[in-house]
């Protein structure tokens, strides 16, 4: 049987994808190079859809709900500090969003912001990432029954359909393996 964190750490998998690329053109963007702002809205849109939609919801209304249940408090727990993460994951975004969009519409001050945002965010995510995969989930996989998964399996498939399913999933992924060819082309182009 598939365990929950099995299906959380393949879409951690994507995520650091994504990570990866907000580095790389935020580290362009800061050496002159034309980075355009859609690209960073583009990662937002990931974020927004992917990481927060699809991921974030499966961890805060069902997985972190019922490790709750098995005895795990929030309040000043590892399970506190993972929602506050989430938190301040979302406002790195939304400063990314609308320093972006500054940027879009010529404002050239607002690309400082853009690297800022994308460099929180991204290290953020990742150590939270690590956390998750080696502390939280491997204490919540000692806590659960095989019920238990079973039951979290059955739930992240339903919050999977009311984000969209597969095709959601499937978008995403063409989008990660377009852009990481479009930054290796370039990479290549320049050696
Ligand atoms: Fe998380
Ligand atoms: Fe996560």
Redesign the pocket.
């Known amino acids: 049987m598939k365990k929950a964190s099995d299906i959380l750490i393949h879409e951690h998998d994507v995520i650091e994808r994504v990570l990866i690329i907000l580095n790389i053109v935020a580290d362009r963007l800061e050496n002159g190079e034309e980075i355009s702002g859609e690209t960073f809205l583009q990662c937002v849109d990931f974020i927004r859809n992917f990481a927060d939609h699809c991921h974030?919801a499966k961890?805060e209304k069902i997985l972190f709900r019922l490790m709750e249940e098995r005895g795990i408090p929030v309040e000043g727990g590892p399970i506190g500090m993972?929602l506050t993460e989430?938190e301040n994951g979302r406002a790195f975004t939304r400063g990314m969003e609308e320093a972006a969009k500054r940027f879009i519409a010529g404002d050239i001050s607002a690309k400082d912001d853009i690297i800022a945002n994308a460099r929180h965010y991204s290290e953020l995510l990742s150590n939270?990432i690590y956390k998750?995969n080696n502390i939280l989930y491997p204490m919540g996989d000692r806590l659960f029954t095989s019920e238990d998964q079973h039951y979290l399996e059955k739930e992240f498939e339903r919050v999977e359909k009311e984000v969209g399913g597969l095709a959601v999933h499937e978008k995403y992924h063409r989008w990660v393996n377009e852009l990481e060819s479009l930054f290796h082309l370039e990479k290549n182009t320049n050696n």
């Open positions: 974030h961890e993972m989430h939270h998750e």
